[in-house]
Every structure is written in structure tokens, then in C-alpha cells.
């Protein structure tokens, strides 16, 4: 069905900084530290049949995003507000399952920073989280925040998936078994792709790229095309990331090498590369990290700012202490990272349903707040499908969650 929309007046030009940086800022929170310790984790229990998973959360997440962010952008409105406007109070929940998911996540990320300093420079697990910690900081006290948390995420972005591309070639995975296990697996795990759908788009992950865009004003029916130009970007980066991470682990796996518990994923990249592996390992780790801290803190406030004026007067200090409490809690907390990590994902995938249920809800039914712009019936579609699925996914995973802490 052709999509159509109101008649409006020319847009002026958008900086193209600012729209990257929001291709990058979703797409490297999705590709963190708990994507990375997921995705070794369940490919050395699964093998290739950890490839369904992955194009299974893949499709999920095209359609979630396709959705958020046209809803988000040509609404110009922050995920919370438009929650409040479908039902007083949802917003305010919707808050509060995103700041708490968000600083679970969090955690999480700080870990991963630590993880990866400690693969590239033998650095203490407690010291590496707080160095990384105080850098995310500095990026937020900086005068131009928002500029230099654009052009960090897209250059870290870049360097891990070409450092990732060089693992993967070097690895030899079986890569056609990965294909056919892609579409007929040996074995199914509704944890594993639950986990790997609420560690890429789950929870603030959902909203941090169409968030970045209504901070930078690409808003409305006229930025459609740049709203789904952007989408798109970010949907491509993490895929691509995805698939190049699962190959390289793949590899070493299927060679019948058995990977340390401690680090799983550095002693992969280390058997296919050697030192030189185990030392892009912890380049890739800490930039994939210290980007999802940057982007879980960011995010989760945007979440409240929009609540109160004196709120958003403070934004960049919010920010500030909520990056302070992550690192405090990791230093805090004795739960290995890599388990926390896991957790995270599957936590962030159970609150996926709640606030992309309430964006659907607004594409169908108020189309007021879209400024009369008239939604796309099968984008709507393909959303309500993968709202259904996220649903069933993670109920159907809450009894794997359980046996991951124990």
C-alpha cells in the first residue's frame, strides 16, 4: 500500500553528523559488551544452530525498529509522553521499566569495560571499570556533548566491526552449515533468542537512536525519508555486526577447542589470532562497552527529562550520576559479568512488549499525534506480528532467567 501523508512545507537541511550519530548510537547499544558475551555463550552451546537465533532476533528487530522509529520521529515526540498520551500513567511506567532495565544494563556495560581492558592490557577487573567509567564522564561534562558522543560512537563503531570482519575471515567457520541451520536447526533455545532480542533492541536499547533524532530535531511528517534512511542504517550495522561475531566464535568452536569460562570470548578470538586476537578482542569489548554506557545512560534519561523543565536544566548531570551508579554497583556487585550480562538481555527482552505495544497503539489508533500522517498498513503489521512473538518469547524464557542466577 502506498504510504501518503499530509502536505508540508519543504524541511531545512538536517546536519548529517547528528544523523549518524544516531544510526551509531543504536546500533553500537545494540552491539555491547551483553550481545558479545551472549552471542560466544550461545553459539559454544548451540554450535551453527545458534545461526536461527540470530536471524530469527535479526527479522524481530527490523520490524521493531522499522516501527519505533517512524513512530517516535514523525510524531516527534519521546517514547514516555506518547505513552502518557494513550494512557495517563503508561508513560510514567514505561519510564521506570527503561531507567531500571536501563541501569541493570548498565552494570553490565561497565563490566563489559573492564573485560575488555583486561584482554588488552592485563588490566584489574575493578580498575578498568572505573577508568572506563570516568571517560564515559568526561564525553557528558564536555561542553559539546552531544557532538562528541556522535562522533565517538561512529568511530568506535566502525573500528569493532572491521576488527570483528578480520576474526571472523581468520577463524574458517563452517559457513555452510551455518546457512542451512539458519533456516533448519538442529535445535531451538527461547532463551537464546529472547536474551539476543532484548540484548539489541530490548529496553533502552528500543529508543536510543529515535530519541538522538528528536534531540536533533529530525521530527515530523516531512522527515520521513530521513527517519527511515536512518533506521535502516542502524538495522544494517548491527546485523552485519551480529553475523561477523557469531562466524569468528563459530570458528573456533566447531574446530572443538573448549573456550575458559572466565572470558569466553577473548580466549576465542585468542585461539583464532593469537596474541594479536586477544588483543583486538579487547578493543572491540571496551569500544563496544564504553559505547553502551554512553548510550544505556543517555537514553534512560531522556526518559525523564521530558517529566519536568528543572529535570532537563540537569540533563548532563543526570546522566553524569547515572553512569557514577553503575560503576558503583559493579564495584559492588560479585556476580561474574559475563552471567550479568546474560541476565540483562533477557531482562531487557521482557520489557520490550510494554512500551513497543504502546507506540503500535498510536500508529493504529491516534493518528493525531502523528500529525495526520497516514501509517503504512504493512509496516503496521509486521510490528503487531513481532509485538506478538516478543510476547511469547519472554514468557517463555522466564524459567531459563531463573536458572541463570542460580
Request: glycine share 12%; no cysteine; net charge positive.
Amino acid at each position: 500500500m502506498a504510504e501518503e501523508t499530509t502536505t508540508v512545507s519543504r524541511p531545512g537541511p538536517v546536519r548529517r553528523g547528528a544523523l549518524m550519530g544516531a544510526v551509531f548510537l543504536m546500533a553500537t547499544s545494540a552491539i555491547g559488551p551483553g550481545f558479545i558475551t551472549q552471542t560466544t555463550q550461545f553459539t559454544v552451546r548451540l554450535g551453527a544452530a545458534f545461526a536461527f537465533a540470530i536471524v530469527l532476533s535479526i527479522l524481530i528487530d527490523i520490524a521493531v525498529q522499522l516501527n519505533v522509529w517512524r513512530v517516535i520521529g514523525v510524531s516527534g515526540t519521546r517514547a514516555q509522553d506518547l505513552g502518557n498520551k494513550v494512557l495517563p500513567g503508561l508513560g510514567y511506567a514505561m519510564a521506570a521499566l527503561v531507567v531500571f532495565g536501563g541501569l541493570v544494563f548498565n552494570v553490565g556495560n561497565v563490566a563489559g569495560t573492564s573485560l575488555g581492558l583486561d584482554a588488552l592490557m592485563g588490566v584489574d577487573v575493578k580498575i578498568g571499570g572505573t577508568v572506563s567509567a570516568l571517560i564515559a564522564i568526561a564525553i557528558f561534562l564536555s561542553k559539546r556533548a552531544g557532538v562528541a558522543m556522535d562522533r565517538i560512537v561512529i568511530v568506535l563503531g566502525v573500528l569493532m566491526i572491521g576488527l570483528t570482519l578480520y576474526v571472523a575471515i581468520v577463524s574458517g567457520p563452517p559457513v555452510g552449515d551455518a546457512m542451512r541451520q539458519a533456516v533448519f536447526p538442529d535445535q531451538i533455545d527461547f532463551l537464546a533468542i529472547t536474551t539476543l532480542i532484548g540484548g539489541t533492541v530490548g529496553g533502552y536499547i528500543t529508543y536510543a537512536g529515535a530519541h538522538r533524532l528528536v534531540d536533533a530535531g529530525v521530527t515530523g511528517p516531512e522527515r520521513v525519508v530521513e527517519v527511515s534512511r536512518s533506521s535502516i542504517m542502524s538495522l544494517l550495522v548491527t546485523g552485519v555486526m551480529r553475523l561477523v561475531l557469531f562466524l569468528a566464535v563459530l570458528g573456533v568452536v566447531a574446530g572443538g577447542v573448549t573456550l575458559a569460562g572466565s572470558n569466553p570470548t577473548a580466549d576465542a578470538f585468542q585461539h583464532a589470532a593469537g596474541e594479536l586476537g586477544l588483543r583486538m578482542f579487547g578493543i572491540i569489548l571496551w569500544a563496544a562497552s564504553i559505547t553502551s554506557v554512553v548510550g544505556a545512560a543517555y537514553t534512560s534519561i531522556s526518559f525523564l527529562v521530558t517529566f519536568s523543565p528543572k529535570l532537563e536544566r540537569v540533563r548532563n548531570w543526570l546522566v553524569v550520576a547515572f553512569v557514577a551508579v553503575s560503576a558503583a554497583v559493579f564495584l559492588l556487585l560479585d556476580q561474574a559479568p559475563t552471567t550479568l550480562l546474560v541476565l540483562a538481555g533477557s531482562l531487557n527482552g521482557l520489557i520490550l512488549p510494554v512500551g513497543f505495544g504502546a507506540l503500535l497503539w498510536v500508529a493504529l489508533r491516534r493518528r493525531d499525534l502523528l500529525g495526520g500522517y497516514r501509517y503504512p498498513r504493512w509496516l503496521l503489521t509486521i510490528g503487531v506480528v513481532a509485538w506478538l512473538l516478543t510476547v511469547y518469547l519472554g514468557v517463555s524464557s522466564l524459567g531459563g532467567m531463573a536458572a541463570l542466577w542460580k
